[in-house]
């Protein structure tokens, strides 16, 4: 099994060194926090369509970012922003829960397990009607939101303003590493990723300290992908990935 495993008002404050570029609601820029890089995308759930992806139309996964980008130009849509989404089995399979279109493909995984997903606590990204949120998983399990799209993963990264106690300062377990943060009111979703191999501590901290993000969730280490061609980031992908994350817009 390959199981790898905001505060209401964020403020953005771009300094000289910083790059930045808007597509629509959804505005990617990179910087440095705490000696290292970071890539980041902010996505207003308000105005956005933001959901997650994992089959194609033949059944298959879809795997690959350019693969998804191209199905939806076919429809005079586009991909305006992708990340990997979550954990997954050999066979891309989610390692735990997954919706997408209102359907429940996986159920919720709460239980403690060797490996990052099982690092409890985990957590669930949950994308409604104009809105989206980063639930921890047992929370989620008791308020059962209607949830229109979700992926499981795990470890949280920031559960209400405090870090993960597990995660050490100075770790040398240090990956390239992708997550999702989402303000208190929903309205704001930010998808980041290390531009350099991070442990949790420092990732988990760019989320709160420079962020300002009370609930964020980690996705992925190593296999952690951005597709941001506002930024003219296309992350070549090894293999096929599982779950995927994403902004779809009509096509220019």
């Excluded at 076919?74 to 089995?89: E, Q, T």
Aim: glycine share 12%; with cysteine.
């Amino acid at each position: 099994m390959r199981a790898r495993l905001f505060a209401a008002g964020i403020a953005i404050a771009l300094i000289a060194s910083w790059t930045g570029s808007q597509a629509g609601a959804v505005e990617c820029e990179s910087g440095a926090f705490g000696g290292n890089g970071y890539t980041w995308c902010t996505v207003d759930a308000r105005r956005e369509e933001l959901r997650t992806f994992l089959h194609n139309p033949q059944g298959g996964v879809w795997g690959q970012f350019p693969q998804l980008d191209a199905s939806l130009g076919a429809h005079g849509k586009s991909l305006l922003f992708a990340m990997n989404a979550g954990m997954y089995h050999e066979d891309r399979a989610p390692v735990g829960l997954y919706i997408e279109d209102g359907e429940t493909q996986r159920e919720a995984v709460s239980s403690a397990s060797p490996g990052n997903f099982g690092l409890l606590p985990n957590g669930i990204l949950c994308i409604r009607a104009k809105r989206a949120d980063v639930i921890e998983t047992r929370r989620y399990l008791a308020d059962r939101p209607a949830c229109t799209y979700a992926t499981q993963s795990g470890p949280m990264l920031v559960i209400d303003g405090a870090l993960h106690p597990r995660f050490i300062d100075g770790s040398d377990s240090r990956y390239l590493r992708n997550g999702v943060g989402t303000s208190d009111d929903g309205k704001t979703a930010i998808f980041a990723i290390s531009d350099n191999a991070v442990n949790f501590h420092e990732f988990a901290s760019f989320f709160r300290d420079r962020l300002g993000i009370g609930q964020a969730l980690f996705l992925d280490g190593n296999v952690s992908r951005l597709y941001a061609p506002a930024l003219g980031r296309r992350d070549l992908v090894g293999r096929s990935m599982g779950p995927i994350v994403g902004v779809v817009g009509k096509r220019d």
